[in-house]
């Protein structure tokens, strides 16, 4: 019995990672958010992808992965090559494993039809890509605070 | 981008647990609007009085109520054009791995679970408000 429950202890404390995953295909604004992951999000794994269909390679790996790994989170561009991030989403959101991982858009437009369509399209949220660093800071922790610290997310398998 | 007021419709047939949010909310939001009502009929009677004016920023949803389960009224919700696009958050006593990933499947926004005292409220209610008034944006502005 005591053996059992130091095991568990052991599998919970070997594994506090939050995997989040960054669908982005400017350099630069994904630089911006490492940076502001690293400050203000200890602990948070960020993997990236440069568009829709880059995204969705990566999470079928994951899927058949021994054991499964897949992001607890995603925050997906909305305009990118290849795959956009509405194709994106809708792709997702119709898997029968991958559907239950949220996905919030950061993206820089502001348009009412773009914001429509993602929550149509059952977002977990919609951000606009704040234009300065202190912005962007308060954006990832209200982010973290939200789906990490606070929100009951689906276990992965 | 911001409207107000920022309605927020709570399904939740227990007195004291809707009666401890809307306190809570009160405090930490007091321009948030809480319209409480306590099962699926009350709720989609009221979504339906909305409908052609404004309906709510948001919705939080208890799993276990009176007339229907929560997965049913969710899964209702985000099946009717009128309403697919208004975020779900489930605000649930269970912590059960079952109704956490059906939540998900149903296409719940996100889980919560009830928290056991006030601190655990009001820390919920400061999260959740923040996210959703202040950081994100919601498909609001065909009603300003």
Redesign the interface.
């Known amino acids: 019995m005591n053996e059992e429950g130091s095991l568990c202890y052991v599998i919970y404390m070997k594994d506090p990672v939050f995997t989040l995953m960054l669908i982005d295909d400017e350099p630069a604004d994904v630089e911006l958010f490492r940076d502001a992951c690293q400050e203000h999000a200890p602990g948070v794994q960020v993997e990236y992808a440069a568009h829709g269909q880059d995204a969705l390679d990566l999470l079928e790996e994951g899927k058949r992965a021994t054991p499964v790994r897949l992001p607890a989170l995603i925050l997906l561009d909305l305009n990118m090559p290849v795959m956009t991030g509405h194709q994106f989403l809708e792709r997702i959101?119709h898997d029968p494993v991958l559907?239950?991982?949220?996905v919030v858009i950061l993206s820089t437009s502001?348009a009412?039809d773009d914001?429509?369509q993602a929550?149509?399209n059952?977002a977990?949220?919609?951000?606009?890509k704040p234009s300065t660093i202190p912005e962007l800071y308060?954006?990832v922790e209200?982010?973290i605070?939200?789906?990490r610290?606070?929100?009951?997310?689906?276990?992965l398998k | 981008?911001r409207v107000s007021p920022f309605t927020l419709l709570l399904i939740e047939d227990n007195d004291q647990d809707a009666e401890l949010l809307t306190a809570v909310m009160q405090e930490v939001a007091p321009e948030v609007q809480v319209v409480r009502v306590q099962g699926a009929t009350q709720a989609f009677e009221q979504l339906d009085s909305w409908k052609a004016s404004l309906p709510p920023l948001l919705i939080l949803l208890d799993l276990h109520l009176p007339d229907q389960h929560g997965h049913q009224v969710l899964e209702r919700l985000?099946t009717q054009a009128d309403f697919?696009?208004?975020?779900v958050v489930v605000l649930s006593s269970s912590?059960e791995?079952v109704d956490?990933?059906r939540s998900?499947?149903l296409?719940a926004?996100?889980?919560?679970?009830k928290p056991y005292d006030l601190g655990g409220y009001h820390?919920?209610v400061q999260?959740?408000v923040?996210?959703?008034q202040?950081?994100?944006?919601?498909?609001v502005?065909?009603r300003v």
């Not at chain 1, 559907?99 to 949220?102: C, E, K, L, Q, V």
């Not at chain 1, 610290?149 to 276990?155: F, G, Q």
């Not at chain 2, 926004?109 to 679970?113: D, E, G, S, V």
């Open positions: 959101k559907r239950t991982i949220p502001e009412m914001i429509r929550y149509r059952y977990g949220g919609y951000l606009v308060q954006l209200a982010v605070d939200y789906w610290e606070t929100v009951a997310l689906p276990p | 981008m985000k697919r696009h208004v975020p912590d791995q956490i990933t998900y499947h296409y926004n996100a889980y919560l679970t820390d919920m999260t959740v923040k996210y959703w202040k950081v994100a944006h919601l498909p502005l065909h």
